[in-house]
């Protein structure tokens, strides 16, 4: 057994000096490691790159455009915990849409934008800075106004039931890379979940006005839970080559999920139709008024500076 | 619910273990509506790299504390009793990590 020493002589009042046996750095944390190292990157038979690209950028999209939605409450949220908590989850979020993009330009490159020789930007920035509107495939409860804290948990509630459940089934894709991806998502997924579902009950069964908060942003996203498990093409055919996942399959599992939390905080489900209008507006890049904002306020660096320097 | 509506949440103080540390550490406090939620606060504020295995919290209305004015009739009357300490007997050589 290797000498135990759990203090320096001088060091009581180091908090964290007790902690790590012989390693007072704890707090600098250990073991980084890359999910994704050694994957092996190339398409599988009988896959067509165009649409595994398509599909990629569908996921993609969703949480980049969600990313970019909470992160609005970085500095912005009601109390520092929340702060860290939300930006967390913005984080979280970016790190899944950036490897999702870059899959999508190694499996099929000739979907990413063009930019001026010599430009050092990669391929993933590519598509998340120089594309327009018609061409961003997310689902529109990723790109409506956040509105209230009530309303941001709704929609991390229900955003991320629905993507944990389709995770959870990206994990056996035949793509290597997709699987890598949604098993590390499904941890983060997971957790954002279970804090969505922990605040969705303390404002349900806290006062009057979190709870009438609460259940008017319920109201107000419910018509954008249907398109969530319409199939699209692109979706379908990846789906029948053993890469992607069929939205429509998740429907029972989220439902059954999402009706546990409904009934644990004492909300009844809405029962709002879709929005008028094509089920699958977000994944054929029809997007909402709001999202041209949303896009230039994200793009705007980017798009100044296309050889990446300044 | 009853009671009145306070103007800060409940303070928690947070206590980690870090994957090769033999017990839990303080290191810092929050404010959380209950203690479900005080854990997801400590897990996001306190665990951002990678640093434990377990999260404590305990409100900090659960713990007593010893005052500094106690400081003295406290602590040092044990200052001077040198035969408390166990340094009187020769420890043979072959008597490891002693």
Redesign the interface.
């Known amino acids: 057994?290797p000498?135990?020493r759990?203090h320096e002589p001088d060091e009581h009042d180091n908090?964290?000096a007790?902690?790590?046996?012989n390693?007072v750095h704890?707090?600098?944390?250990?073991?980084?490691e890359d999910p994704l190292a050694g994957v092996d990157t190339t398409v599988p038979d009988g896959v067509d790159p165009a649409t595994l690209a398509t599909y990629c950028l569908m996921l993609g999209d969703d949480a980049l455009v969600l990313s970019q939605r909470i992160a609005e409450w970085c500095g912005n949220a009601p109390?520092?915990?929340e702060d860290?908590?939300l930006s967390?989850i913005a984080l979280d979020l970016l790190g899944q849409a950036r490897l999702l993009l870059a899959r999508a330009a190694a499996a099929d490159g000739a979907q990413v934008p063009a930019l001026p020789d010599g430009s050092p930007v990669p391929d993933e920035d590519r598509l998340a800075f120089f594309r327009d509107a018609p061409q961003f495939r997310n689902v529109r409860l990723a790109e409506v106004p956040g509105g209230d804290f009530a309303r941001t948990i709704v929609r991390i509630l229900l955003f991320s039931t629905w993507r944990l459940a389709l995770f959870e089934e990206l994990s056996r894709s035949r793509d290597a890379v997709l699987a890598a991806v949604a098993a590390k998502g499904v941890k983060e997924l997971t957790?954002h979940r279970?804090?969505a579902g922990?605040?969705f009950l303390?404002l349900a069964?806290?006062?009057d006005e979190s709870r009438r908060r609460l259940l008017t942003g319920l109201d107000e996203l419910w018509p954008l839970w249907a398109e969530l498990f319409e199939t699209h093409d692109v979706e379908r055919a990846a789906a029948l080559a053993g890469v992607g996942v069929d939205p429509a399959g998740l429907a029972a599992d989220v439902d059954a999920v999402l009706d546990q939390v409904l009934a644990a905080s004492g909300v009844t489900r809405p029962v709002s139709g879709p929005l008028p209008g094509t089920a699958l507006a977000g994944r054929d890049g029809q997007h909402t008024a709001e999202f041209g904002a949303l896009l230039a306020e994200m793009q705007v660096v980017a798009r100044a500076h296309p050889r990446g320097q300044w | 619910?009853t009671g009145q509506?306070r103007g800060e949440?409940p303070l928690y103080e947070v206590f980690?273990?870090?994957?090769?540390?033999?017990?839990h550490?303080?290191?810092g406090s929050?404010?959380?509506?209950?203690d479900?939620?005080a854990l997801?606060?400590a897990?996001?504020?306190y665990t951002?790299?990678?640093?434990g295995v377990s999260i404590w919290v305990v409100r900090s209305s659960a713990i007593t504390a010893s005052s500094p004015d106690e400081k003295d009739p406290l602590f040092a009357p044990s200052g001077d009793k040198v035969y408390r300490h166990p340094t009187f007997y020769e420890i043979p050589d072959d008597v490891p990590?002693m």
Request: proline share 2%; charged share 30%.
């Open positions: 057994m000498d135990v759990t908090a964290y007790g902690l790590l046996v390693d704890w707090a600098f944390g250990t073991d980084f109390d520092l915990e860290i908590a967390n957790y279970d804090f922990r605040w303390t069964r806290g006062t | 619910m509506v949440w980690v273990r870090g994957k090769r540390g033999l017990n550490v303080h290191v929050l404010h959380a509506p209950d479900q939620l997801r606060h897990r996001d504020v951002r790299r990678n640093e990590h």
